[in-house]
């Protein structure tokens, strides 16, 4: 977990058999990526980027990137967790991933309910496959 993280790169890692998130670009982390990565057998998600909450100006987590991973076998404790969760985060990209075997969504984006403003736009996914989802324990879930 990281706060304040600027310019960090998690390249050619492997982080598995864990009970939480992989990884978590937490708050007024900019410009960090995860590249080449396997993070497998976790008991919540692979990656999370930024916070639930709308962040106070100046601590805002924007442009972090997870390119080519493999992200598999995660909510083994928490069910709910997703592959690539961006809360309340702008300006991301994530491409080229494998993400698959978990009982919920491989990528969650955004966390505002509602028709408020958000910081959490210009996000891109592109170029991932996704599969795998859901193994009947889940509902209401989808691959994004």
């Not at 982390?29 to 916070?51: F, K, N, P, Q, Y």
């Not at 995660?74 to 809360?87: F, L």
């Amino acid at each position: 977990m990281a706060d304040g993280a600027r310019h960090v790169t998690l390249q050619d890692c492997e982080i598995g058999h864990i009970g939480t998130y992989a990884v978590w670009f937490r708050r007024a982390c900019t410009d960090c990526r995860v590249e080449r990565c396997h993070l497998h057998d976790m008991g919540a998600g692979g990656v999370r980027i930024g916070e639930g909450s709308i962040p106070s100006a100046g601590q805002e987590t924007a442009r972090i990137t997870v390119h080519n991973c493999i992200i598999q076998g995660g909510g083994r404790i928490h069910m709910g967790a997703v592959g690539i969760w961006i809360g309340q985060s702008g300006d991301n990209e994530i491409t080229h991933n494998d993400i698959g075997d978990f009982f919920y969504s491989a990528i969650s984006i955004g966390w505002t309910w509602g028709y408020q403003a958000t910081p959490c736009a210009r996000n891109l996914v592109e170029h991932c496959r996704l599969h795998h989802l859901g193994w009947g324990q889940m509902s209401v879930l989808g691959a994004v």
